[in-house]
């Protein structure tokens, strides 16, 4: 009896989506989950822009802004430092980058398959359990800005998450590390 109207109520949609089929769908119609889809983390645009970069981060906010000179060129999502590893506010430069930096200090465990046996590990804090070894986390894109903090690509969900470090989704890590050169100024504001 189920199965007989689950066809009834298919076969329905069916015929409107027919008879709809010559009038605009709505997106919401077509794409019923796209509400529930990722938004766009930013935006990069720096089309005729010159100027000295600049990159303004606003804790609050979840916020980075890249400028050449005053004009904004860059806005990304980020997430910063989580409650006890927060990301320290102040005026700092970036000092070296690495293209395809990998943590010493944070990462997973996992045994000789590559099963993770224990994840989101600190080495200084965690202990490693027998027939495990440490895989670090990778973390491109990486410009220090003050002793191990970086901004880098990385998980990037819409709050304060991080151990300290300003992750920048996939799309934006690249262009706000291909554009600031070491001595970049980075201003870290709450």
Excluded at 41 to 69: C, L, M, T
């Amino acid at each position: 009896m189920k199965l007989r109207r689950l066809l009834q109520i298919a076969g329905a949609c069916a015929i409107a989506l027919i008879v709809c089929s010559c009038e605009e769908i709505p997106p919401y119609v077509q794409h019923p989950l796209a509400a529930f889809a990722p938004q766009p983390s930013g935006y990069w645009n720096d089309e005729g822009v010159s100027g000295s970069p600049k990159i303004v981060v606003h804790i609050g906010e979840q916020k980075a802004y890249f400028y050449k000179g005053k004009h904004v060129v860059g806005e990304s999502t980020v997430s910063t430092g989580k409650p006890g590893f927060s990301t320290p506010p102040g005026n700092y430069s970036v000092v070296s980058k690495d293209k395809d930096h990998i943590s010493t200090i944070f990462g997973d465990y996992v045994d000789d398959y590559g099963n993770v046996v224990r994840s989101n590990i600190d080495v200084r804090k965690d202990r490693r359990p027998p027939g495990t070894h440490f895989d670090g986390a990778q973390m491109p894109y990486a410009m220090f800005f003050r002793g191990g903090y970086a901004m880098h690509q990385g998980y990037v969900p819409p709050f304060a998450a991080s151990h300290g470090c300003i992750r920048l989704p996939k799309g934006m890590a690249r262009p706000f590390f291909d554009n600031a050169p070491v001595g970049t100024p980075v201003t870290v504001k709450e």
